[in-house]
């Protein structure tokens, strides 16, 4: 890293404004703003002071530490020979001189995890009090870190050592504290501890909240392709008709597959696909499989709508809640996709008509 990215990240680490450090190193504010912005440096005689400021070494905050650090942490994990122990041992060292580096407190925190819970290498009740002690102290300042993930990251690798420890209750208060749009690891990570913990049930319950929030923005994203396509529909239209067909097709069989299809989520993107698949078949002249297809969407937009809001955001636990409520779609947007030109050579079709009716009552 750059001097200046290392100057300003050591410096909202410990809170510091540029006043602050103006103050300290007795060089004005606009000195220091010149430094973080690449416009200028300090002058060698500032090195230490700076250094001693941050409580980091002056090769870290030139950063000439970066290749070192890295190859000796490859070094450490690399190793085969060396116990748990040995390799704990380095990286509390190489954390002396570096005491808020990322890199050191990630590879730290994961392997005092992996000792804690090796059967092959035991640690005495001291060992372990040590280990989650430091563990404790490390996530903190993990926490301290700019980076965006540092966070969460650091939660959850307290946590890994909690669980690994055997203190399942610890775990759990950790896991909770992540913020929500940790959601999908937070589930990952309570259906992980309540697995070793043998309460499969439960467990159970957690995974499959977080296969929801996978599958959620998996099919958000097939539909956000489909419509990237449908925009192109003009360069080659059969080509991207046909990609756009299979799409939702996959899109269809995921929902089923999972049996899914009365959740507020899914029942939302299973109207998007069935009404696209009838639109295929109504162009292929295959009408019977336009009306199942259209059965199937006209019902799952009929709950969609005129079902209990609340019922909906319940089941719903992932994305924006609005996008998965009736308010996501109303009888106007199904009004206009049952007008959809695909569905031209079955509209007079009783069914049809049907449908349309039965749209128009709906309040």
């Known amino acids: 890293m750059s001097f200046q990215t290392v100057f300003k990240d050591n410096r909202k680490r410990l809170g510091y404004t540029q006043e602050d450090v103006a103050t300290y190193l007795n060089v004005t504010p606009q000195a220091v703003s010149k430094w973080e912005t690449g416009q200028g440096t300090p002058d060698f ?172 923005f998996l099919l958000w994203d097939f539909e956000r392709i489909a419509q990237c396509y ?14 756009i067909d299979e799409i939702y097709e996959i899109e269809y069989t995921i929902i089923h597959a999972m049996d899914e299809t009365q959740h507020g989520l899914f029942k939302h993107h299973l109207c998007n ?23 199937e969407f006209i019902t799952n937009a009929r709950e969609l709508i005129i079902g209990s809001d609340t019922d909906n955001t319940e089941n719903s636990p992932v994305l924006p809640k609005d996008s998965h409520t009736a308010k996501s779609l109303d009888k106007r947007s199904v009004i206009y996709r049952l007008s959809w030109h695909a569905f031209d050579s079955i509209r007079n079709d009783q069914r049809f008509r049907n449908y349309l009716e039965e749209v128009n009552s709906w309040v």
Do not use: H
Not at 49 to 67: H, K, V
Not at 230 to 243: A, E, T, V, Y
Not at 283 to 292: T, Y
């Open 230 to 243: 449908g925009n192109m529909l003009s360069d080659s239209f059969k080509n991207n008709r046909n990609i």
């Open 45 to 216: 005689a500032m090195i230490v002071p700076i250094a001693r400021l941050f409580n980091i070494s002056t090769d870290e905050l030139l950063g000439y530490e970066d290749m070192f650090l890295d190859s000796s942490l490859e070094e450490i994990y690399r190793s085969t020979e060396q116990t748990f122990r040995e390799k704990y041992n380095k990286c509390l060292e190489l954390l002396k001189n570096n005491p808020f580096n990322e890199d050191i407190l990630q590879k730290t925190l994961s392997l005092s995890a992996e000792w804690l819970s090796s059967p092959k290498e035991k640690i005495d009740e001291q060992e372990k009090e040590e280990l989650i002690c430091n563990a404790k102290d490390f996530s903190k300042r993990l926490q301290k870190c700019q980076c965006g993930s540092a966070y969460g990251d650091a939660i959850c690798k307290l946590a890994d050592n909690y669980i690994a420890a055997g203190n399942f209750e610890q775990a759990k208060e950790e896991i909770n504290k992540l913020p929500r749009s940790c959601r999908y690891t937070q589930n990952r990570m309570l259906g992980n501890l309540l697995l070793r913990k043998g309460q499969y049930e439960r467990s159970k319950e957690y995974y499959k909240e977080s296969v929801y929030d996978t599958m959620a």
């Open 273 to 295: 696909a069935t009404v696209r698949l009838a639109q295929r078949a109504s162009w292929r002249g295959e009408r019977e499989k336009a009306f199942g297809y259209l059965d």
